[in-house]
């Protein structure tokens, strides 16, 4: 596959000034201590992925999405944007990639929705009718049409992101960065904004580099998980063997067309309820698989509902920032 992004022994450091030591000593006596933002980090991203970039606060994910978009210089290593500097090459970099920050805008606050769209197919160039098809992709997946002839300051936070979302992607990025792109909305506004990312990656092979403290948007749109703390990579995986690795166990609840007083299935312990109507099982995956289960279980009665759960990525993700790898 087509190889959009190389980062090699990328690292970003701070020199902040120390606190305390009275008003004098910190006007013109200053001490300072460098912070580690980014260190060393290693990693590789191809045309059509869906890579999530995880992280707790402050652990180098915006750091790291301002470096490859070219907004920061890297203090060492290096990073290569469709084979460019981001930095060296940012205006030529502009026509290619997409960025989005949650708290940051890049629309023109006192201008209509319409407007600004008109000034940015001027500034990156965009032809009629690749402008006119995106424009009404975006007021019928985005429903901007209501909005279009509002000002940006009237917006409510769910229709700005949503604007901001179409403003990055107007001129048909390749790559796009979004970092904390559903922050504050509610749950339909994410929904319509995390279907919209599917459908470009679907339809366009947009490759989108995803930061966010929800991991509904992770779990839901990537297929791949980098996890960042202070500064480095702890785990980089396809988010399937995540979730492979990780989930040891999983409870399966049946209800049965008819009683089973007992079950002997190996590695699954289950309790009855409803005189064994209703059956809760936990299941072992090092020795089984809830398929396996779920056969053994129709062998003795039709299964007329099956729950299956398994912990939850936020879940997962937490374990191991707490316990390590």
């Known amino acids: 596959m ?10 970003r450091d701070y ?5 305390g030591g009275g008003f004098l000593k910190f006007m013109f006596s200053r001490e300072f201590e460098t912070i580690h933002a980014v260190s060393g980090i290693h990693f590789t991203i191809s045309k059509g992925e869906l890579a999530g970039f995880v992280g707790p606060n402050g652990a180098g994910k915006s750091t790291t999405i ?21 930095f060296k090459k940012r205006k030529q970099n502009a026509y290619h990639i997409g960025v989005v920050f949650g ?21 990156y160039k965009v032809q009629d009718d690749i402008y006119h098809r995106n424009v009404g992709l975006f007021k019928e997946y985005l429903d901007l049409e209501s909005i279009w002839n509002q000002p940006v300051r009237q917006l409510s936070l769910g229709q700005r992101m949503r604007a901001e979302i179409a403003a990055a992607i107007l001129h048909n990025p390749e790559l796009l960065f979004l970092d904390e792109p559903t922050i504050g909305l509610d749950i339909v506004a994410k929904r319509q904004i995390r279907e919209f990312i599917l459908k470009l990656n679907r339809d366009y092979q947009t490759t989108v580099v995803l930061t966010s403290h929800d991991m509904k948007d992770i779990e839901e ?25 990780y989930n040891k ?12 007083a007992e079950f002997h299935i190996a590695g699954a312990s289950g309790a009855s309820e409803l005189d064994g109507l209703k059956w809760t099982f936990l299941v072992d995956k090092g020795v089984t698989t809830t398929g396996h289960l779920v056969f053994e279980i129709s062998k003795l009665a039709e299964i007329a509902d099956i729950e299956i759960k398994e912990r939850a990525v936020e879940d997962i993700i937490h374990d191991i920032y707490k316990n390590g790898v």
């Open 66 to 86: 301002k470096m490859m978009s070219g907004i920061l210089v890297p203090t060492s290593g290096s990073v290569a944007v469709m084979g460019n500097d981001p």
């Open 249 to 260: 166990t999983a409870v399966v609840k049946v209800n049965l067309n008819r009683p089973v």
């Open 15 to 19: 020199r902040v000034a120390k606190r």
């Open 221 to 245: 749109i990537c297929g791949r998980i980098i996890l960042i703390d202070k500064g480095a990579i702890v785990v980089d995986c396809p988010m399937r063997e995540l979730k492979n690795s």
């Open 103 to 123: 708290q940051r805008s890049q629309l023109w606050w006192d201008l209509p929705i319409g407007d600004t769209f008109t000034l940015l197919k001027k500034i």
């Open 2 to 11: 087509q190889e959009l992004i190389r980062v090699e022994a990328l690292s």
